[in-house]
């Protein structure tokens, strides 16, 4: 009879975790312009390897601020802060936005040393622009199915 209750209380608690985690993913919701910024902010530091000399260097402060306030402004108003991806699909996203910056950026560099029009230089800032834009939407949607779920 003890060890009934015992397991009762048990999957009580499992189910109330559930609960919680589902209702977690539900106040994860990130607004239209997020993405928007976060595209904007990564698009400029593609960009800043354009610049001459020391002039990239508070364009690359200027874009890695806007993200950090962009995070802290989200983690305030929805009251989350997620700081790692939680499961191996948000993981992936986030890596390959990592790796997309970083190969043009790279790419902006190599333009840059051959002597190549700096108008090429759009094409990996686009690039990156875009993929921010779309990755970004995904990575939402796996992290919130990650934390609903048991990742």
Known sequence: MASDRGSDAARTALAGLDADRV???????TP????????ASLATLVFSQTLPGVWSLPVVVGAVVSLAVLRTS??????????KPPGPRT???????????????????????VGASLWW???PVAIT?????VLGRRYDDALRRELAHDA
């Open 121 to 123: 230089a759009l094409i």
């Open 129 to 133: 622009a875009a993929s921010a834009l």
């Open 74 to 83: 989200y983690d305030k108003k929805y009251g989350i802060s997620i700081g």
């Open 32 to 39: 239209w312009w997020y993405h928007l910024i976060c595209a």
């Open 23 to 29: 209702r977690l993913a539900s106040r994860v919701v």
């Open 91 to 113: 993981r992936t996203l986030l890596v390959a936005v990592v790796a997309i910056l970083a190969l043009s950026m790279i790419a902006v560099r190599v333009m840059q040393h």
